[in-house]
């Protein structure tokens, strides 16, 4: 761990599960017109691959103060049907216009927190979704469990549906950051959540941790991965905590500035819980993921196969991505489509039978091309630029310090990302973006990228 190094780099950037970042999307949104012309012609020409379905289920019954997702609190579970009732008709507004039946390939349920709702409710808002679909042969279905609320009768409900992946949000054992970010979760009630879901048959859990939260020092991240691996999951997603007071309502004014670990601190939390990883066998893949060999994330990036979008990492790639649900995302490749982030806003548009969409981006030519790029490094490590020469020069002069810190390689048009340069991979991933190199934004945007 240089700390010098993470001193220079240790500056705000994006995470890119999109190109170009939201921040970054054409302030004129996009026409409904082009986003359903840029979906109906990616999903012609992909049909055969299947599209994803992302649906956001956005209620929590208390609030954690690291997060930073679009949710409504509250412990009335009234919201649950009347919620429910209207993701399933955005579902139809987009049957409507789609001329084949879709073939799904991926759910995925996220949150908020996807298990506040009911066994019953869940059934009805899959079975309300597959009813009007056909499955890919290869379909992967997962979810997001709360682990303090997470019922062996959802597990059971869900795998009956075909689900076999589940996400526990960890985060941390010690009682002391537990308090500071309001998540009092025991580990008892992670390993009765953990060996439910094995004991019914789930073949991929995956636990997120966080490095970089209040009150959190290298012996209490120990201890915390000392339990994640007694349990030994199949996949450990290992994030930093994205520190962004300023965004409006995420709840991230819980604890002072003062009570969170700094810059080589930080990392060194992360490199500690790196070496425990691979002491224990797991691979690292992409950046601040780790898979045991046996879990289809590892065979992804074995073969190439590797792909993020705004799910995160996923071993499977389609071209489209259907977001549902209030504050969701779409991705048609050519086009993304974000959903009214407000509650009353999104549910009052479905009613009204249009599309919630309150802003989106038409990715240009240009764009398109350095989206492949950054995906390649985010996913590969590597990346051969086949744009302008013009265009490379600019890219290249980017990427100057980074290569005399031997944190890349470059060979002619290709770009390699180095060992040392993996913990740097969102820097790298910023010389190639233009909009964030041409624009120098000076407000806060994004969280720091060490």
Known sequence: MNTELIRKYNIPGPRYTSYPTVPFWNKRGIAIEDWESTLISSFVESYADGISLYIHLPFCESLCTFCGCHKQITKRHDVEAPYINTVL?????????????????????????????????????????????????????????????????????????????????????????????????????????????????????????????????????????????????????????????????????????????????????????????????????????????????????????????????????????????????????????????KLSDYQARVEEGELPIFRGHLLSNKDLLLRENILNIMCRFETEFEGSSHLFELIREDLQDLLSDGLVQINGRKVTVTRAGIPFVRNICMAFDRKLQESKPRENLFSRTV
């Open 89 to 341: 008709k955005e579902w139809q507004i987009y049957l409507d216009f789609l001329p084949i039946t879709p073939r799904i390939r991926e759910i995925h349920l996220g949150g908020g927190t996807p298990t506040f709702f009911s066994v019953s409710n869940l059934e009805r808002l899959i079975s309300g979704i597959l009813d009007r679909a056909e499955l890919a042969e290869d379909y992967q279905f997962s979810f997001e469990g709360h682990p303090n609320n997470t019922t062996k009768e959802h597990l059971q409900s869900l795998y009956n549906m075909g689900f076999r992946r589940v996400s526990y949000g960890v985060q941390d054992y010690d009682p002391q950051v537990q308090f500071a970010i309001n998540r009092i979760q025991p580990f008892e009630h992670v390993k009765r959540a953990h060996d439910w879901s094995r004991e019914i048959g789930y073949t991929s859990i995956n636990h997120d941790l966080v490095f970089g939260l209040p009150h959190q020092t290298l012996e209490s991240v120990e201890d915390t991965i000392q339990k994640t691996n007694q349990l030994r999951p199949d996949r450990i997603a290992f994030y930093s905590y994205a520190h962004v007071p300023w965004m409006k309502g995420n709840g991230q004014r819980g604890f002072n500035e003062k009570d969170l670990p700094k810059d080589h601190e930080k990392r060194a939390l992360y490199e500690l819980g790196k070496q425990m990883f691979f002491d224990h066998a797991y691979e690292e893949i992409g950046m601040d993921h780790f898979a045991l060999s046996s879990d289809s994330l590892y065979e992804a990036m074995k073969t190439k196969e590797l792909h993020r979008n705004f799910m995160g990492y996923t071993s499977g790639s389609t071209k489209v991505l259907i977001g549902l649900g209030m504050s969701a995302i779409s991705d048609s490749w050519y086009s993304f489509a974000q959903n009214e982030k």
